[in-house]
């Protein structure tokens, strides 16, 4: 992500990171396959080390991680405001600000990364260079559970919960992300698709990739 579209993203999601925050506070009551498929890369982690919640938002991800017994389990968003929502709704929990493209992280310092639909606001020439960072900070053997919208388009996004902002979400295929993790040194182990909930998200197929570090 060029510096530019960076900071363009940041100031978007401080804008809407209150709203933001008690829309997704709860959504994971309505997405049984999310929950089962988080609950399974839970369990597939050692019971020792630090798991990592890449595009954290307000935290409802890496809350609902510590409670399947991820005990040492950290968040990273690139906006300040939305790290502050997730510090606020969940304080026993450390999250940070910080950039995927260069995350302030040690090498091999984790042993799983769940990225929520982290990449959508990437452009897509800097996919390879946020896998090769998520790779770099991952443990030999750690794991990798990444999520987004399947599809070739580009949606842009003018307003969010009434807030004037600039959003591109870029749509992928599963084949190409699989590809370009591969290239990036991960094995994918599967990968699952499924239809939108209806009324509760919108309405995209969503595809979740379980990838180990080589």
């Given at each position: 992500m060029a510096s530019e579209q960076s900071e363009q993203v940041r100031r978007a999601y401080d804008k809407i990171a209150a709203a933001y925050g008690e829309h997704f506070a709860d959504e994971l009551r309505h997405k049984p396959q999310d929950r089962q498929l988080l609950r399974r890369f839970a369990f597939s982690l050692p019971q020792q080390g630090r798991v990592l919640d890449l595009g954290c938002g307000p935290g409802h991800i890496a809350a609902?991680?510590?409670?399947?017994?991820?005990?040492?389990?950290?968040?990273?968003?690139?906006?300040?405001?939305?790290?502050?929502?997730?510090?606020?709704?969940?304080?026993?929990?450390?999250?940070?600000a910080g950039d995927m493209l260069a995350l302030p992280l040690a090498d091999a310092s984790l042993t799983g990364i769940v990225a929520m639909y982290a990449i959508v606001n990437l452009e897509r020439a800097a996919l390879p260079a946020a896998f090769a960072e998520m790779h770099r900070v991952l443990q030999p053997g750690g794991r990798l559970l990444l999520s987004f919208h399947i599809g070739d388009e580009t949606v842009h996004r003018e307003e969010l919960f009434g807030e004037a902002i600039s959003l591109d979400f870029h749509f992928l295929q599963p084949q190409e992300v699989a590809k370009q993790l591969g290239q990036a040194g991960f094995a994918i182990e599967e990968i699952v698709e499924r239809e939108p909930y209806p009324e509760v998200e919108y309405q995209s197929r969503r595809a979740y990739v379980f990838a180990v570090k080589l």
């Open positions: 609902y991680l510590a409670g399947e017994g991820s005990r040492a389990v950290c968040g990273i968003d690139l906006s300040p405001a939305m790290v502050q929502e997730a510090r606020r709704r969940y304080p026993e929990i450390a999250f940070d």
